[in-house]
């Protein structure tokens, strides 16, 4: 069974550009969530799609946004990208997005703000 | 405000010693807590996990504690090898699932051989 696949693995922008991120999940996952990691703060939630619905967010900016596509594939879009914006970003797919059942992370992109 | 806290960012430990890493969280609307292990240029990875109605879980080597009064539950592992040499982070969610999960800053354990 494949495994969550993020594209691409690493991207460098400039500052005021905007990004687009995907996530494709595991076959007949429902949910995707998304994740920014940056160094010494762990894992933080930006939003979670289920049935191409946004069902939570977390607490980031507009300029953070996402989508999910009845296939389940996932994209998350940044605009105007600040230097702050570099980081890790994870998406997890799990069945039914119950978080208290193991969620599936894809290996990431490192986004880098030049 | 940090909900979870993982107060050790890292820790050394020999092999075939015990690994006891700690974990403190805040919110008592936590009621379900997992452990996630993360190698470098790898997504996280499931380890175990732990509901408020217990206070321990086991799966092999791996052991989760839970003291619900202190808001603190700490991962055990006996004995430790190399290969979990990891970067480990503690999330809390509420039973239900409905929650979003809120992770700590995670614990670097080296395992010297």
């Known amino acids: 069974k494949a495994g969550v696949t993020q594209t691409p693995r690493y991207l460098i922008k400039t500052r005021g550009q905007q990004v687009t991120l995907s996530c494709s999940p595991i076959?007949?996952?429902?949910?995707v969530s998304w994740y920014q990691q940056t160094p010494g703060q762990g894992l933080q939630f930006l939003f979670e799609?289920?049935?191409?619905?946004?069902?939570n967010k977390g607490n980031f900016p507009g300029r953070f946004s996402g989508r999910q596509f009845s296939n389940s594939r996932s994209e998350m879009n940044v605009s105007t990208l600040e230097l702050g914006d570099s980081a890790l970003y994870l998406c997890?797919?799990?069945?039914?997005?119950?978080?208290?059942?193991?969620?599936?992370f894809g290996d990431g992109t490192r986004l880098s703000i030049l | 405000d940090q909900q979870v806290k993982q107060n050790s960012p890292s820790l050394s430990v020999q092999e075939g010693r015990i690994s006891i890493l700690n974990c403190d969280y805040t919110?008592?609307?936590?009621?379900?807590f997992l452990w996630y292990k993360k190698y470098p240029a790898e997504g996280p990875t499931f380890l175990i996990s732990?509901?408020?109605?217990?206070d321990k879980n086991e799966d092999g080597r791996f052991t989760v504690f839970l003291n619900k009064s202190a808001k603190h539950l700490s991962l055990h592992i006996v004995p430790s090898q190399p290969g979990d040499s990891a970067v480990y982070f503690c999330?809390?969610?509420?039973?239900?699932?409905?929650?979003?999960?809120?992770f700590g800053k995670g614990t670097r354990l080296s395992v010297i051989a």
């Open positions: 076959s007949g996952h429902r949910s």
């Open positions: 919110n008592s609307m936590f009621d379900y």
């Open positions: 732990i509901s408020s109605i217990k």
């Open positions: 997890a797919s799990s069945p039914d997005g119950k978080q208290n059942q193991p969620q599936h």
């Open positions: 999330a809390a969610t509420t039973f239900s699932g409905n929650t979003p999960l809120v």
């Open positions: 799609y289920f049935s191409e619905t946004q069902r």
